[in-house]
């Protein structure tokens, strides 16, 4: 109780605090906010150390530092690893967003009467792990900090994480915990909390179709020589097939095919499909077939363009055949399928359908491992006790459609299942324009943080 009521008497500050941390641009994927990036580490590292850490180091990396923070309060204590990143997506395209994305309002919905935060990042991920901070804070001034507590807030999770395998594998020693904790995910909504166990891996692409040596006049040369655009739309339309199933030979050689009755218990969670299509504003919804939605998002394999470009795209027209094309593809993957293999069988496979009228390269950037967590772990029955304590709700466990590359890296190096513990939404908007995070699910997560420290303390203590 000393805890909660420590959280609601410093709301204001708690909030202002996250509102100052989303006015910093920390855009890891375009170096023009390198300045930006580093300026959200040295803020991060504040906050740790205001908050109580007796150990803070901003951790150099090949690319963007790593936060380390600590405080042991006890050897024999069990100790609780944190992880998090303040590096966020860029916010492209500017012009869809209702409100400037650094510069962070609350405003009331729909689905947050109460308030959400409109800004990039708010919700992935530093809303998130910023509640981790101030649960620590709120823990160390009333002295309920029951287990020992380290952070590990990275920089680079938006552009594939490579930099924070190698300090894992050069730190484990540092890392050494009983628990990981995690707070980048979403729940089914406040109503119906819920715990994520299963996440899916990444591989992501990068295509180039070239045709002639330069651009040219569309009706000089149209008819008689390969449109790069058209060609690169017919191969992407030819990866999957008229059931949306990927084409690519070997792909779903290693997919895990789970049991009906699995199947059936992961259909239970709460699911309204004509919500889901409302709130999207479609009048269908579309996948592969023979699964539903849920199992769509969570439990198979997808392929989907990000992005496509070439030729001209300004105002007015210009009757142009490009010479090149391209286009951004990623691919979320299911247990066993590994995102090197995956790589490489895209990549064999789009080089062997391309026309001899055009050349083809493919580039491979980053990509994870997917993950599923066991539900009988101490970490994820102090989560669940938790959650129950904080919402009066058993909490329902999901898989979730998104990849967090780190969890397989922490499941291998360090031994360790992470604990999912995220509190956004669905319709949160991440990646998105209008990005959001409800107040009060960041208060509802601070809270239920805390005490699962109690909660996972207790447990090592039977």
């Not at 805890?3 to 890891?28: A, G, M, T």
């Not at 990646?431 to 207790?458: C, D, L, W």
Request: with cysteine.
């Amino acid at each position: 109780m000393a805890v909660k009521q420590y959280i609601h008497d410093n709301q204001d500050r708690f909030l202002n605090e996250l509102l100052d941390l989303l006015r910093i641009p920390s855009v890891s994927a375009d170096p023009k906010f390198k300045g930006d990036v580093m300026a959200a580490a040295e803020f991060v590292k504040e906050s740790l150390e205001k908050a109580g850490a007796d150990t803070v180091e901003v951790c150099q990396t090949a690319g963007y530092p790593i936060v380390y923070g600590e405080k042991i309060i006890d050897p024999s204590a069990p100790t609780v690893l944190v992880y998090g990143h303040y590096d966020v997506q860029p916010a492209d395209p500017y012009e869809l967003w209702d409100s400037p994305p650094f510069e962070p309002v609350i405003k009331k919905t729909e689905m947050h009467p109460e308030g959400a935060i409109f800004a990039r990042g708010s919700a992935d991920d530093k809303g998130q792990f910023y509640m981790h901070v101030k649960a620590f804070e709120a823990m160390m001034q009333t002295n309920e900090l029951t287990c020992n507590i380290k952070f590990m807030i990275e920089g680079e999770e938006e552009v594939g994480s490579s930099n924070l395998d190698i300090f894992v594998k050069e730190n484990k020693e540092k890392l050494a915990a009983d628990v990981i904790l995690i707070s980048d995910t979403s729940m089914l909504s406040l109503e119906n909390p819920s715990i994520t166990v299963g996440l899916r891996g990444l591989a992501y692409m990068e295509v180039e179709v070239t045709g002639p040596n330069r651009d040219l006049h569309s009706g000089t040369y149209g008819g008689a020589v390969a449109n790069p655009i058209n060609i690169l739309c017919k191969m992407i339309a030819s990866l999957q097939d008229e059931n949306n199933h990927i084409t690519i030979p070997g792909f779903y050689d290693k997919v895990e095919e789970l049991s009906a009755a699995y199947r059936e218990q992961l259909n239970k969670a709460p699911f309204d499909e004509e919500d889901y299509k409302k709130k999207l504003n479609i009048d269908s919804v579309h996948g592969e077939n023979g699964f539903t939605t849920i199992e769509r998002t969570g439990i198979r394999p997808t392929l989907d363009v990000n992005g496509i470009w070439g030729g001209y795209t300004g105002e007015g027209a210009k009757t142009v055949l490009p010479s090149k094309a391209y286009a951004k593809i990623s691919m979320r993957l299911v247990p066993n399928q590994d995102h090197k293999e995956i790589s490489d069988l895209f990549q064999k496979h789009f080089e062997s359908i391309a026309p001899e009228s055009v050349k083809v390269k493919v580039t491979p950037h980053h990509g994870g491992h997917p993950a599923v967590v066991p539900t009988d772990s101490a970490g994820y029955k102090a989560a669940e006790s938790a959650i129950l304590e904080a919402f009066g709700k058993k909490a329902i466990p999901t898989r979730e459609g998104g990849s967090i590359p780190i969890t397989s890296l922490f499941q291998k190096e360090l031994g360790l299942d992470p604990i999912l513990l995220g509190f956004g939404l669905d319709t949160d908007a991440i990646h998105s324009p209008n990005e959001h995070y409800g107040v009060k699910n960041y208060f509802m997560g601070i809270e239920t943080i805390a005490m699962f420290f109690k909660y996972f303390r207790q447990s090592s203590n039977k």
